[in-house]
Structures are given as C-alpha cells and as structure tokens.
C-alpha cells in the first residue's frame, strides 16, 4: 500500500520562506512523477507543482511560478520550496503521486498524503 508523508508545514509571517518534505513507501513505482496540490478553507484543491521521475518534467501552477521550487530526491522523496509566502498561500498541503507530471496539472493523483498546514500571518 503506497503511503506518501509531508512534513514541514507551519506558522510563518508573509514573505518567509519554507520547505515542505515528502517520503513515499509502500511501492510507488518506477517511473512515478510526485507534486504537491494545496487547498485553502472554503475552496477547492489546487494544483501547485510535480516533477517526474529524475525532474526531466517539471510544472508549476501560474500562482506559484518564481516563488516556489519543486525537487526531487531520488525516487521516493518530494521537496517543495517556498519563498516570499503571502496570505494567498495558506491552507492544507498535500502531497500527491501519479504516473504523469503533467496529468497531476489536470487530473489529479492517483495517491495522496495526509496533508501538512502552512499558516501565514502578516
């Protein structure tokens, strides 16, 4: 059973920065892109930014682009970091596994994790 696991997520004014971490076990296979989606309270889920395998593919929401870096290391870890946070930023973030990084910006995931909360104040 795959399982996918962010850490990092907490309280940070506007304009800081943070890096959320993500471990996948259980068998995501070769070959498997991993992003991140985020949602804020009251609205939906939303792509951010996945990479395939060796981020020969990366892709980024246009809200995110310059400010956020996706990064992988090896085959099971996701890396998402974030600079000069404003308060359009906050909510549950949630790292996702797919077998196409440009899917995830259209269609989702096939797995998830549980989500990790980014709270900005300003």
């Known amino acids: 059973q795959v399982q996918l696991v962010e850490s990092g997520g907490g309280l940070v004014q506007a304009g800081d920065s943070l890096r959320l971490s993500c471990t996948a076990s259980?068998?995501?296979?070769?070959?498997?892109?991993m992003g991140w989606f985020r949602q804020a309270p009251g609205k939906e889920r939303e792509f951010v930014a996945s990479?395939?395998?060796?981020?020969?593919?990366i892709y980024y929401a246009d809200s995110v682009k310059g400010r956020f870096t996706i990064s992988r290391d090896g085959r099971n870890v996701v890396y998402l970091q974030m600079t000069n946070l404003n308060s359009g930023d906050a909510g549950v973030y949630y790292c996702?596994?797919?077998?196409?990084?440009?899917?995830?910006?259209?269609?989702?995931?096939?797995?998830w994790g549980q989500g990790t909360q980014v709270t900005i104040s300003s």
């Open positions: 990479a395939s395998l060796q981020s020969l593919y």
């Open positions: 996702a596994a797919d077998i196409s990084a440009a899917g995830m910006r259209v269609g989702g995931a096939s797995y």
């Open positions: 259980g068998g995501v296979g070769s070959g498997y892109a």
